[in-house]
C-alpha cells in the first residue's frame, strides 16, 4: 500500500505537526553574497511575532517562534513570552550567536584559545533561559557560572 492510496493517516500526521519557525526568517533574507532589504519587514521582536501569528492563522501548524540572541535581545522576556501567548505563539528555542564574531572563526566552546571559549560561554550563560513554554529540566532563571573545566 502507498501512503497515497490511504490519505487519512498522511493528513492526520501532517496535521499533528507543529513547526517551530526562526525569527530570522521575517526579516530580510538573501544570499551570502548580498542581503536583500525589503518593505515592511519586522524590526523588533514583537514584529516578528506578529508575523509569525500571521504565519499560523495560515497555515495552523507553526505555533512557536524560535528567538536569536542578540538580534531578538529585550529587557523583559517574561513580557515578550504573554505577547506572544496572547497572539496563539509560544516562544521556543533560544539561538545564542556564537558563530559571527571573527575571534570564533576556529570554533567558540571548542576554541583552542580559552579566552575565546570564555567569551562564548559568558555570551551563552548572557543568554536567556529556555522560555518558559518549552518543558525542560535544564531551564533556571538563576544566574549560571560556566564549569570550572571552561574557566582556564
Not at 46 to 58: F, G, L, P, S
Not at 96 to 123: C, E, I, M, W
Amino acid at each position: 500500500m502507498t501512503a497515497g492510496s490511504h490519505p487519512a493517516p498522511v493528513k492526520a500526521a501532517l496535521g499533528s505537526q507543529v513547526i517551530e519557525t526562526p525569527s530570522w526568517a521575517y526579516g530580510n533574507s538573501g544570499t551570502r553574497f548580498k542581503v536583500f532589504a525589503q518593505q515592511g519587514v519586522p524590526r523588533t521582536p514583537r514584529e516578528k511575532i506578529d508575523d509569525a501569528a500571521q504565519v499560523h492563522t495560515y497555515t495552523g501548524a507553526a505555533p512557536r517562534i524560535a528567538l536569536h540572541i542578540p538580534w531578538d535581545k529585550v529587557d523583559d522576556y517574561a513580557a515578550l513570552t504573554a505577547y506572544a501567548k496572547e497572539r496563539g505563539l509560544t516562544l521556543g528555542a533560544i539561538n545564542a550567536n556564537v558563530f559571527q564574531d571573527d575571534d570564533y572563526k576556529l570554533g567558540s566552546v571548542t576554541n583552542p584559545d580559552p579566552a575565546v571559549r570564555r567569551k562564548a560561554l559568558g555570551h551563552l550563560l548572557a543568554s536567556p533561559p529556555t522560555s518558559p513554554s518549552c518543558s525542560t529540566s535544564a531551564t533556571t532563571s538563576k544566574p549560571r557560572s560556566p564549569p570550572s573545566s571552561a574557566r582556564s
